[in-house]
T-cell receptor, first 109, second 114 residues
Framework: DAKTTQPTSMDCAEGRAANLPCNHS???????VYWYRQIHSQGPQYIIH???NNETNEMASLIITEDRKSSTLILPHATLRDTAVYYC??????????FGKGTRLSVIA | DTAVSQTPKYLVTQMGNDKSIKCEQN?????MYWYKQDSKKFLKIMFS???????INETVPNRFSPKSPDKAHLNLHINSLELGDSAVYFC?????????????FGQGTRLTVV
């Protein structure tokens, strides 16, 4: 079973920042936080991952709270192409990803 | 170049038939996976292979038999197909079992059993 809790759905205006929250209160010390997204009918796509420090790449930023019990994925300037289901996953090492229900993000023009 | 490729993309077949889905990765990864996404969109791990050896089998019926002829390929053979097998099947790969890294997914095979 997934160890994360995410809102079922969110809307975001095009061009604005999309902030997607995730709770993982039972995360273990060796587990990383991963974010993937699935655009309709495509395979899941890796976005970012982190352990305890905030991370940024060309797609997004990941903010992890100091106690590591929650995190936020930030898409700085959402576009219509960012409409997808976003999955927050905690994972130790290279174990298989366990997907929850994710958050359906709708970017609105 | 496609990193993880699956064939076929669509597969429609009758109940009771045997079918195979092929997966190939050109990333030099050691670990490969099969996931199933059902009609409710839940993505679940089925199998995990590392260097051609089965690591994880998540209580998948015996009718499903993965085969890894080499590190770059992980094929899924399904015997005696049932209506409930209809789903999208995703293959994925990641570099090494002992490293923290992302997994790369194929585009999926939509299997419809009629």
């Amino acid at each position: 079973d997934a160890k994360t809790t995410q809102p079922t759905s969110m809307d975001c205006a095009e061009g604005r920042a999309a902030n997607l929250p995730c709770n993982h209160s039972t995360i273990s010390g060796n587990e990383y936080v991963y974010w993937y997204r699935q655009i309709h009918s495509q395979g899941p796509q890796y976005i970012i991952h982190g352990l305890k420090n905030n991370e940024t790449n060309e797609m997004a930023s990941l903010i992890i709270t100091e106690d590591r019990k929650s995190s936020t994925l930030i898409l700085p300037h959402a576009t219509l192409r960012d409409t997808a289901v976003y999955y927050c996953i905690v994972r130790a090492g290279n174990t298989p990803l366990v997907f929850g229900k994710g958050t359906r993000l709708s970017v609105i023009a | 170049d496609t990193a993880v490729s699956q064939t076929p993309k669509y597969l429609v077949t009758q109940m009771g038939n045997d079918k195979s889905i092929k997966c190939e990765q050109n990333l030099g990864h050691d670990t490969m996976y099969w996931y199933k996404q059902d009609s409710k969109k839940f993505l679940k791990i089925m199998f995990s292979y590392n260097n051609k050896e089965l690591i994880i089998n998540e209580t998948v019926p015996n009718r499903f038999s993965p085969k890894s002829p080499d590190k770059a390929h992980l094929n899924l053979h399904i015997n005696s197909l049932e209506l409930g097998d209809s789903a999208v099947y995703f293959c994925a790969s990641s570099p090494r079992l002992d490293r923290v890294t992302e997994a790369f997914f194929g585009q999926g095979t939509r299997l419809t059993v009629v």
